[in-house]
């Protein structure tokens, strides 16, 4: 089964396209921003259960050491865990890319360490193309090592080691779009509707709630990739 890509109108199922087209008739000329479009919950859901046993493409924003990438091309990606964190830190340090005190700091300050039910299990992407242009939102994703697993409470002192680690990467990977306890904002039938009506540079992110240790990924992309340098803003270093 091919993907859905939320802003490629011609990937979507037919019965997708033709839920989204009745709210866009409804809604044309109303607004030119995604989250002001007024869907109702009776379309809302419709377009929710035309979706149902698809995959939906998403764009998770990191930056990995090599071996990082290598693990996650072969094995795929892993959510938000004390494990994660753990071996993120000791893989940094199999490769001499931190000493013992900095890894220590790093893991005693994680985000799981105060924000445990919001992250734990969690995978966070973006869900269309045009989201990999906002160069603000990316800046610290692509920019510091670790996430913000790591780095979100890390002490200034290791700032700029972090920064100093891996490439800025873009892990493509399809997720359920009926995925339980998963969040998708705006929500889908807004992002859609957006797009069928032609509106300029739809964003969309995705908090998606994963419990099997891994998550297979079709690809990643670095700076020097063909898709990666669609993007112009992204960082290159």
Not at 25 to 46: C, F, I, P, Q, Y
Not at 138 to 162: A, C, I, M, N, P
């Amino acid at each position: 089964m091919n993907p859905v890509l939320l802003d490629v109108p011609d990937s979507w199922p037919t019965t997708t396209a033709e839920a989204v087209a009745a709210v866009g008739r409804r809604l044309r000329g109303t607004t030119r921003h995604v989250t002001d479009l007024r869907v109702s919950e009776a379309e809302d859901a419709a377009v929710a259960a035309s979706l149902e046993g698809h995959l939906v493409r998403v764009y998770h924003c990191t930056r990995l050491l090599d071996a990082e990438r290598d693990d996650i091309l072969r094995n795929g990606l892993r959510p938000a865990s004390d494990t994660l964190a753990h071996d993120r830190l000791e893989m940094a340090l199999a490769g001499g890319h931190l000493d013992g005190r900095q890894a220590r700091d790093l893991y005693a300050r994680r985000a799981l360490a105060r924000q445990r039910n919001s992250r734990e299990h969690r995978i966070c992407a973006v869900s269309t193309r045009a989201s990999l242009n906002a160069e603000s939102g990316l800046h610290h994703l692509l920019g510091t090592w670790g996430g913000e697993l790591l780095y979100f409470d890390s002490l200034k002192q290791h700032r700029q080691v972090l920064q100093s680690l891996g490439r800025p990467s873009v892990v493509v990977l399809d997720l359920p779009a009926d995925l339980p306890n998963t969040g998708w904002y705006p929500y889908m039938a807004k992002v859609l509707t957006a797009v069928a009506l032609d509106f300029p540079d739809v964003e969309g992110e995705v908090n998606a709630t994963v419990t099997q240790e891994r998550w297979p990924v079709v690809d990643i992309w670095q700076p020097g990739h063909a898709e990666y340098s669609k993007h112009p803003h992204l960082p290159l270093l």
